[in-house]
């Protein structure tokens, strides 16, 4: 398998540009997890699915970010309109409760100019 | 209250030598998860080990093992035989029985001196 895929790797940006960033699960991993890690906050999950379906969006900082999982193989998350502050690495990770880990895509780091 | 608490924001260790990076964790839970991660410069989340509440054994893989005391709420790494290359950010993360959520710590750095 090849692990979970997360485009772009970087993405550089202007202010109130959209982003749009992609993740590939681990096929036959039911559940999805977008995160961001900042220096200053660290770690932060923002958002869940299981089978496609959005189950936590509650670390999702505000409405300029919205996730999609139009199906088992695909997710996006997109940021609209973006700002400088949304700099961060972030993360897709998917899990099977037959697992006992989630696995880490390589992240895309987004600098917001 | 943190969940998941790593104290040391950076280590040194000598090359060779072995190295503990501390975790507590909080639950009432009496089941779940720990985990370690190891994030190098690269970026990416590497798994290295993983601990179950009921297991009865302390978790080993390879030069890493991890120290659980239940009774602590503590979930230490050991990393025996420090290489170079096991430089890099190390995370503590607990899941709880039935929730899918995983909780991190705030990372332990770590670097090796030759």
């Known amino acids: 398998d090849a692990g979970v895929i997360q485009s772009p790797r970087h993405e550089v940006t202007e202010m109130g540009q959209e982003v749009t960033l992609r993740c590939k699960p681990i096929?036959?991993?039911?559940?999805l997890f977008w995160y961001r890690q900042t220096m200053m906050r660290g770690l932060e999950l923002l958002i869940y699915?299981?089978?496609?379906?959005?189950?936590?969006d509650s670390g999702m900082p505000e409405d300029r970010f919205s996730a999609k999982m139009p199906n088992a193989s695909f997710s996006t998350l997109k940021i609209q309109p973006s700002e400088p502050r949304d700099s961060a690495v972030y993360f897709c990770?998917?899990?099977?409760?037959?697992?006992?880990?989630?696995?880490f895509g390589p992240g895309t780091r987004l600098l917001v100019l | 209250a943190q969940k998941i608490t790593q104290t040391q924001p950076g280590m040194f260790v000598q090359e060779k030598e072995a190295v503990t990076l501390d975790c507590t964790y909080d639950?009432?839970?009496?089941?779940?998860?720990l985990f370690w991660y190891k994030q190098p410069s690269s970026g990416e989340m590497i798994f290295l080990i993983y601990?179950?509440?009921?297991?009865?054994q302390n978790a080993t893989e390879g030069r890493y093992s991890l120290n659980f005391q239940k009774a602590r709420k503590s979930a230490n790494l050991v990393i025996s035989a420090s290489q170079l290359g096991d430089s890099a950010m190390y995370f503590c993360?607990?899941?709880?029985?039935?929730?899918?959520?995983?909780?991190f710590g705030t990372g332990t750095k770590l670097q090796v001196i030759p």
């Open positions: 990770a998917s899990w099977t409760p037959t697992w006992e880990t989630q696995y």
């Open positions: 096929s036959g991993h039911d559940y």
């Open positions: 699915f299981n089978n496609n379906v959005p189950i936590d």
């Open positions: 639950t009432s839970d009496p089941s779940y998860g």
């Open positions: 601990q179950g509440s009921y297991d009865q």
């Open positions: 993360a607990m899941r709880e029985e039935g929730y899918q959520k995983v909780t």
